[in-house]
């Protein structure tokens, strides 16, 4: 995105978060007390180049991400990714749905590279990968489950792209009763704008959009590891 996009959307956003906070909007949630790191596809077929769903902005959201992961991994706190992936892509008896009718989700086919997570941010032994095949995270998966299991209030959002599946991820996230923090570093889309936009809108309606530096300060300010993860430890012991 160019310097004088980038300019006049901040003056525009400007006027609108007067007009939002004036009648009680961009209110916080805030950092709750047991987070988890929730990466939205960020597999090669968003990361890297030559692909139909290519992001812009991987020089900046793959470093922010990789330090993400190091904070969450110091803290054992639980770290998931997505990607979207679909088994059938041929024929009249699809698991496309009809996605596939307006962008070319034919190309995602589980199994393959495209949909693999991108190895610069790979993920490690027990960390989550949930296959989706819609844009929300939650949408037909064990996400909320897996997440109320380990007893997390607050969902630390990275990924693309931000006007699809990372929205609609946060949109889900606080109707799911989780507090939604989307870091503005680590977020992506194809299309100049759309970034920019979907940020301003969410941090008005959904969730706190917070700078990656803010975020690795309350990571590094909690203790370890992860509280629910302590409590089974102490009671298996003898």
């Given at each position: ?94 698991d496309m749905g009809l996605w596939h009718l ?9 199994g393959t590279d495209a949909v693999a997570i ?57 109707a799911e009763g989780f507090r939604p923090i ?57």
């Amino acid at each position: 995105m160019g310097e004088g996009v980038t300019e006049a959307l901040a003056r525009i956003f400007s006027v609108d978060s007067e007009l939002y906070q004036g009648r009680g909007f961009m209110r916080r949630v805030g950092f709750g007390e047991r987070p988890a790191l929730v990466n939205i596809d960020l597999a090669n077929a968003w990361t890297r180049p030559g692909n139909p769903f290519t992001c812009d902005g991987m020089d900046v959201i793959v470093p922010g991400v990789q330090r993400l992961l190091g904070a969450a991994r110091a803290k054992d706190i639980p770290v998931v990714f997505t990607t979207t992936a679909y088994a059938v892509t041929e024929g009249p008896n699809t698991d496309m749905g009809l996605w596939h009718l307006k962008i070319p989700v034919e190309v995602l086919r589980l199994g393959t590279d495209a949909v693999a997570i991108d190895e610069r941010i790979a993920p490690e032994p027990g960390e989550q990968v949930i296959v989706k095949k819609r844009a929300s995270a939650f949408h037909g998966t064990f996400l909320a489950g897996f997440l109320r299991a380990n007893g997390v209030d607050t969902v630390i959002v990275t990924g693309v792209t931000m006007a699809g599946c990372v929205r609609h991820t946060v949109e889900d996230a606080i109707a799911e009763g989780f507090r939604p923090i989307v870091v503005r570093e680590c977020v992506g889309d194809r299309v100049a704008g759309a970034v920019e936009w979907n940020l301003f809108d969410i941090d008005a309606k959904f969730g706190d959009v917070e700078p990656l530096g803010r975020v690795l300060e309350y990571l590094e300010a909690l203790g370890s590891p992860h509280p629910v993860r302590d409590v089974a430890a102490r009671e298996a012991l003898p």
